[in-house]
């Protein structure tokens, strides 16, 4: 069954500073991975798609990368906002999931905090 | 605008009645999703439709209902039988092929 990990679970870091938040997956068969940021009470929002025949993705300061064979992922946010401030998600697109083919499995995110 | 809508944005019940969330999409996706999210936990996958009246459980499929009538509209009912209604549901929807999963803005349900 595929697990999706995020170290830390929360990040604090002060505003203009670059960042990575990691994501690994124990199953390397996967179609895609998508980052997602989640602010407080609200939806998803996605911010970048990686299919598996790809390294990377960037949209703007945002960057991601896929390494497929050691099951790991980073987002890395340059110059760093206070409007960066959110909860970041991972999720891997797999065969199967356990909740059925071709779902996605998320990992439990991490709660970046950039200070002013 | 093209996007998912979710209502209403806050639901309250008491414990015993049935509940229906509302969603919409204008995307034209085939396949749209229903999640839970509690605090600490990752998202779960409730139930799940890849195309007009058909739609399979997820992890955590009871005490809940689906139907999936038209492509635009998959509502959710929460039974008198899930025994821990209260929670944030998102719903989803997605393309063809292995494409972007959108979201929702939400509901959080509140059952005492």
């Known amino acids: 069954k595929q697990e999706v990990t995020q170290i830390p679970a929360a990040l604090s870091v002060p505003e203009g500073e670059n960042l990575v938040l990691n994501c690994s997956f124990t199953?390397?068969?996967?179609?895609?991975l998508q980052w997602f940021r989640q602010d407080p009470g609200k939806g998803l929002t996605s911010l970048l798609l990686i299919q598996s025949s790809q390294r990377e993705q960037t949209s703007g300061r945002l960057n991601a990368s896929l390494d497929k064979s050691s099951g790991r992922s980073t987002l890395y946010i340059a110059a760093s906002q206070p409007g960066d401030s959110a909860t970041y998600l991972c999720?891997?697109?797999?065969?199967?999931?356990?909740?059925?083919?071709?779902?996605?499995?998320f990992g439990k995110g991490t709660k970046l905090s950039v200070i002013p | 605008d093209g996007g998912i809508t979710q209502s209403p944005k806050y639901l309250f019940r008491k414990e015993g009645q049935n509940v229906t969330l509302s969603c919409e999409q204008n995307l034209n996706h085939d396949a749209m999703y229903w999640y839970r999210q509690d605090p600490g936990q990752g998202l779960r996958l409730i139930y799940y439709?890849?195309?007009?009246?058909?739609?399979q459980k997820g992890d955590i499929a009871e005490g809940y209902s689906v139907s999936r009538e038209k492509k635009e509209s998959f509502p959710l009912t929460v039974t008198s039988a899930q025994k821990n209604p209260t929670a944030f549901y998102l719903c989803?929807?997605?393309?063809?092929?292995?494409?972007?999963?959108?979201f929702g803005p939400g509901t959080r349900l509140t059952v005492t």
């Open positions: 199953d390397s068969a996967i179609y895609n």
């Open positions: 439709s890849q195309i007009v009246n058909d739609f």
């Open positions: 999720a891997v697109r797999t065969p199967y999931s356990g909740a059925g083919s071709y779902q996605l499995t």
């Open positions: 989803a929807s997605r393309g063809t092929g292995f494409s972007e999963q959108y």
